[in-house]
């Protein structure tokens, strides 16, 4: 089953997608692009980060995850993001819900299932 695409207009409400259908998110993406490394039960991968929420992070990646795969990593979050005078060092743990490839590199969703604010 294909998910719709979809983009949020700039009020956080969803636009339809060109087959007319919508997809209702409960949290607002920030296009925030970082530097991580992903941590799997089979070793560690360098990504970068196409946008971030609440929910969840869509990593841009040289190869693939699998579905389901649970993973861990840490984001270094600028502090404006969190309206702080300093930057924020979270670490997460979560599952890939989607992996794809577009113009050569892979993009993985995960969904964060905890997530801890560290002490800078």
Request: proline share 7%; aromatic share 6%; glycine share 8%.
């Amino acid at each position: 089953m294909d998910t719709p695409q979809t983009s949020e207009s700039p009020d956080n409400k969803p636009t339809p997608a060109p087959d007319g259908r919508q997809e209702v998110r409960s949290a607002v993406r920030f296009p925030v692009s970082l530097p991580v490394v992903i941590f799997t039960d089979e070793g560690q991968k360098t990504a970068v980060t196409r946008n971030i929420s609440a929910n969840g992070v869509l990593f841009d990646l040289e190869s693939s995850l699998a579905v389901g795969q649970g993973i861990r990593f840490s984001l270094h979050m600028p502090g404006a993001v969190f309206g702080s005078t300093r930057d924020v060092l979270v670490h997460c743990r979560g599952r890939v819900v989607r992996c794809s490839i577009s113009q050569g590199l892979y993009q993985a969703a995960v969904t964060i299932d905890e997530y801890q604010f560290a002490e800078q």
